[in-house]
């Protein structure tokens, strides 16, 4: 089996360096003997419907508009999810993947609708900081990240969150922060997400190929545990 990671429009959705969650997933997978292959779409070119895993980053508004755009006229990334494929998608992404966001306009726009989240702008100050969040599923530890955003976005009744906040706005209602429903993630979590946490990125991973072997990453594990020791204890 080779797992397919497709990383979609980084030069659109990498604004803060989202495109490295791909990178850590590569390493991760190559640690277990996976066979990778590595996948970038670009604008104008065809989503594949047969990936594994799916990667959306972050962006400026015209930018993650365009996004948006593409992915809708496409079809091809909600055809993979109808399918199982995996998601991670992460602030501008995240905000994509949900029912409803604003447009580069501030106007309410229709996303891809693969979660129920629907994502308004208002008169709240921009969210920009350090984001603890304390995950109640899968066993995760703290997850950290560092989180630039303005909109607030609403989960609905029926789908659960990554994790609850600890520090930092996140969604910014009910202390939630981002969405895991089925085998799709979504995060405000910049860092990348995914190097700042192993963990997650094991989720994800074992989203698309079921349970590996231990991986002992001991840089990566003191790099997430000095994050953790050193926000974890801080409250907004």
């Known amino acids: 089996m080779t797992l397919t990671i497709v990383r979609l429009y980084h ?26 292959e590595l996948i970038e779409v670009t ?44 998601v991670l998608a992460i602030c501008a992404g995240f905000q994509i993947i949900g029912e409803t966001l604003p447009d580069s306009d501030g106007k309410a726009t229709s996303g891809l609708g693969l979660v129920d989240a629907h994502t308004i702008y208002d008169q709240s100050p921009r969210s920009v ?4 969040i304390q995950p109640n599923r899968g066993g995760l530890p703290l997850l950290t990240g560092f989180e630039n955003h303005q909109g607030l976005t609403r989960l609905g009744k029926e789908m659960p ?14 202390h939630k922060e981002g969405v895991w429903h089925g085998n ?22 074992q989203c698309a190929v079921g349970p590996m072997k231990a991986f002992d990453d001991q840089l990566a594990q003191a790099f997430a545990q000095e994050r953790r020791m050193t926000l974890g204890g801080m409250t907004n």
């Open 11 to 36: 030069d659109l959705l990498g604004t803060y360096g989202d495109q490295g969650n791909a990178e850590i997933l590569v390493h991760r997978a190559k640690a277990r003997n996976l066979d990778v």
């Open 43 to 86: 604008p104008g070119m065809a989503v594949p419907r047969t990936g594994d895993i799916y990667l959306l980053g972050g962006g400026e508004d015209g930018p993650q508009s365009a996004a948006l755009e593409m992915l809708k006229t496409d079809g091809g990334l909600n055809y993979a999810a109808a399918g199982g494929a995996t």
């Open 129 to 132: 900081g350090e984001l603890v």
């Open 161 to 174: 969150q990554l994790g609850l906040v600890r520090r930092g706005i996140g969604n910014g209602f009910d």
């Open 184 to 205: 799709v993630f979504g995060s405000y979590m910049h860092g990348p997400a995914l190097a700042r946490n192993p963990e997650l990125a094991d989720a994800v991973l």
